[in-house]
């Protein structure tokens, strides 16, 4: 059975059991990037530029400082989170699984009506309710890396499986290994259990338990 994406979900539970195989190297040899997936550098000005346009955003908000306030690992987490979607990318490619930009509307439309329109959508990203802070513009990267997971669990054969999320977090963990993922130290080490920059005060990912639901911004 095929389940369209009705609001930005991310499957935790996946990451998760990655953990162990995302290990935060040094990324002396890469001058100027943030972190390095596969050899694909994520550049620091990356970081810099999608933390920048969330600021932007924070601060047309009539709560700004205090948006501006509870994000303050907002530059780390972003680093997470671009790693991430690299990794689902790359596990992605390995299963065969193609997003189109249409389907990536369909889940856009869908996103905004249950969040009750597009500036409600919008609203509950910059004010960060699915964990990171978000632009409007930056809401398809999660609503694609959404349907790249979904899309991995058709593959797989485990939509309906108990052991579905831990069977994906397998193939992510691989997906990280094989690729080789380093961190530039100045954003700190992976956490083992939570694919983590250490001393992030609330990771970007946030589950209620191993098994998961799913990470939602419905508004």
Same mark, same amino acid.
């Given at each position: 059975?095929?389940?369209?994406?009705?609001?930005?979900?991310?499957?935790?539970?996946?990451?998760?059991?990655?953990?162990?195989?995302?290990?935060?190297?040094?990324?002396?040899?890469?001058?100027?990037?943030?972190?390095?997936?596969?050899?694909?550098?994520?550049?620091?000005?990356?970081?810099?530029?999608?933390?920048? !346009?969330?600021?932007? +955003?924070?601060?047309?908000? $009539? %709560? #700004?400082?205090?948006?501006? *306030?509870? =994000?303050?690992?907002?530059?780390?987490?972003?680093?997470?989170?671009?790693?991430?979607?690299?990794?689902?990318?790359?596990?992605?490619?390995?299963?065969?699984?193609?997003?189109?930009?249409?389907?990536?509307?369909?889940?856009? !439309?869908?996103?905004? +009506?249950?969040?009750?329109? $597009? %500036? #409600?959508?919008?609203?509950? *990203?910059? =004010?960060?309710?699915?964990?990171?802070?978000?632009?409007?513009?930056?809401?398809?990267?999660?609503?694609?890396?959404?349907?790249?997971?979904?899309?991995?669990?058709?593959?797989?054969?485990?939509?309906?499986?108990?052991?579905?999320?831990?069977?994906?977090?397998?193939?992510?963990?691989?997906? #990280?290994?094989?690729?080789?993922?380093?961190?530039?130290?100045?954003?700190?080490?992976?956490?083992?259990?939570?694919?983590?920059?250490?001393?992030?005060?609330?990771?970007?990912?946030?589950?209620?338990?191993?098994?998961?639901?799913?990470?939602?911004?419905?508004?």
């Amino acid at each position: 059975m095929k389940r369209r994406t009705t609001a930005l979900s991310v499957t935790a539970a996946a990451v998760l059991v990655a953990a162990p195989l995302l290990t935060g190297c040094s990324t002396g040899a890469h001058p100027g990037a943030a972190a390095v997936v596969g050899g694909e550098r994520i550049s620091i000005s990356q970081v810099q530029g999608h933390v920048d !346009a969330v600021r932007a +955003a924070q601060r047309d908000q $009539p %709560d #700004a400082d205090q948006l501006i *306030a509870a =994000s303050s690992t907002l530059t780390r987490e972003t680093v997470n989170f671009l790693v991430y979607l690299q990794v689902v990318d790359r596990a992605a490619q390995s299963q065969g699984v193609d997003i189109t930009r249409r389907q990536v509307q369909e889940a856009r !439309a869908d996103a905004e +009506a249950n969040a009750g329109g $597009p %500036d #409600a959508l919008a609203q509950s *990203a910059i =004010s960060g309710q699915g964990g990171l802070p978000l632009t409007a513009e930056q809401i398809d990267d999660v609503l694609r890396s959404n349907l790249q997971i979904q899309g991995i669990a058709e593959r797989l054969g485990v939509l309906e499986d108990p052991m579905g999320g831990e069977k994906i977090g397998q193939l992510l963990a691989e997906t #990280a290994d094989e690729a080789g993922v380093e961190i530039n130290p100045r954003y700190g080490t992976w956490d083992a259990q939570l694919v983590s920059l250490v001393d992030l005060d609330e990771p970007w990912l946030r589950t209620t338990d191993r098994d998961q639901q799913p990470v939602t911004l419905d508004g």
